[in-house]
Every structure is written in C-alpha cells, then in structure tokens.
C-alpha cells in the first residue's frame, strides 16, 4: 500500500516564529525532520508542504522536496491535504510529519501506519506514548489523549487528562506524538469538514476527526521525543541528538551541504 509522508511547515508560528528554519547542531529542523523521515520503511516518498519560499530555499539547499501551499490554512493538516493534490503521487495513505520533531523515530511512522494498512474499518491512527513525569503531563505544550480499553481515542486536550494524584497509578496517561497517517481519502474528507469547537479551543486538529463522529486508533510505541514548541527547546534538542543514533546516519552529509 503506497505511503508518503507530507511534513507542513511555515515560518509563523505564534509560539515561534521561523521555526522550522531554526539550526539544529548546524542544520535547519525541518531538513533532519525530512531525513530521519526517509528512514521509515513505511514510507516510499517525504515531502515538506510549506507556503513560505525561505523555507523552499533552505530545504531545497539540501535536496529536499518541496510543494508549495497557499497561505490561508489554520491547520498543518489542511496544509497536508492541499499538498497531496499538488503531487502526481498516487498513494493511498498520506501521513502527516510534524516539522518540529527533529528526533523521528521510524517506529513512530512504521507502527501506526501499519495499524492503518492491516484494518480496513480505519480511517487514521496515532501513535502515543506514556507519560511518566508530571512536567510533561502538566505542560500545556503537550497534547495529552485519552483512551478507551480498545485503544480508540477518546479525547485530546492539551490540559493534564485523565485527572490524576498519582503518576504511575492504574490509570495510564498518555501524550500524542504528532505523527497523522491517514486514508487518502478520508484527508480528502477532513479537509472539507468545517472546523470545530473543541478543535479550536485546544488548537488540535485531530478533534475535528472525533467531533464528527469518526474514529482514530492510538498506537503506542516506545520512543519519548522531545518536540520544539518554543526556542527554550533548541538547546535541549541539541544536546539529546549528539548521542542520538540515527545522527550519523545522516548529519555529515547536510553539514557538508550546509557548507557548500
């Protein structure tokens, strides 16, 4: 089943703007978001989504594809869908890579597009992991999920869910990882339903999805990363990458593009 993944970015952020341009260890975020991305087996082509043409010149130093979009979406995932159509691709999962997480896991790719391709009552996954400190599940950064005894979400909200004293109690918390695979189809669908309450009030795309009355499977992996949502989180980002494995794979390479 043909899968690619579109990863929006866009230089106005209002918690921080040119995001997704900032230098991570000498290399712009976006561009290690697209290369641990092609490291998913899941996908068979990566694309950046942008409206912004700093952003095109700066991926496309690198060898990066870009598509351009208009620049009147509110959401990443309506940037998503319109990058689709621009493509010639014809895939039949699309999956939606948040710009602002350069530690991309491909177990955070691979397992919930798997979910997807082996049940065909899906029309979109996400993968999850547990919370385990009360920073992170106090952070209004994070988006918390709660879910039902058969992993279908239930909620999402970036206040601390399910209300708890204890960490570590009988009542698992979890913290969307944003990464959103989709049927090709159903993107087509969510683009053409109105926004909602709930998907407003909490700035997270996905109710929109459970608003209407649609399903979305939580997959849960492993792997914690650290997202950038503010410029306070470069430097822990920096320092978590230089004993990260996959680095190598893949950072001499944009430094020497970088330097050209």
């Known amino acids: ?13 209002s918690r921080f703007p040119g995001k997704p341009l900032v230098s991570i260890l000498g290399a712009p975020m976006v561009v290690h978001v697209y290369f641990r991305a092609r490291m998913c087996t899941s996908l068979d082509a990566v694309y950046v989504a ?11 130093r690198y060898g990066v594809p870009v598509i351009m979009t208009s620049p009147h979406h509110e959401r990443a995932t309506d940037r998503v869908a319109e990058a689709v159509e621009r493509t010639e691709d014809r ?4 999956v939606n890579i948040q710009g602002d997480e350069p530690m991309l896991y491909p177990e955070m790719v691979d397992a919930p597009v798997r979910a997807l391709a ?6 979109c996954t996400n993968p999850v992991a ?10 209004r950064n994070v988006i918390k999920v709660v879910t039902d005894r058969g992993g279908l979400v239930l909620y999402m909200s970036r206040e601390p869910i399910p209300t708890t004293v204890r960490l570590g109690d009988a009542v698992p918390m979890y913290q969307q990882l944003v990464v959103l695979p989709f049927r090709r189809d159903f993107l087509k669908t969510f683009t053409r339903l109105p926004q909602t309450p709930l998907e ?3 700035s997270v795309d996905m109710l929109r999805v459970l608003e209407y009355g649609y399903k979305i499977k ?9 997202s950038v949502d503010v410029p306070s989180d470069v430097a822990r980002i920096e320092a978590a990458l230089r004993h990260d494995p996959l680095v190598d794979g893949y950072l001499p390479r944009l430094r020497l593009q970088g330097s050209e």
């Open 130 to 139: 547990r919370i385990r400190d009360r920073e992170t599940f106090e952070n």
């Open 1 to 13: 089943m043909r899968t690619i993944g579109i990863i929006p970015a866009r230089m106005g952020s």
């Open 91 to 94: 895939s039949e999962i699309v």
């Open 50 to 60: 942008t409206p912004d043409q700093e952003i095109r010149a700066s991926a496309e």
């Open 200 to 202: 407003q009030a909490e």
């Open 118 to 123: 082996e049940d065909p009552t899906l029309v």
């Open 218 to 226: 939580a997959v849960e992996v492993p792997r914690v990363t650290i």
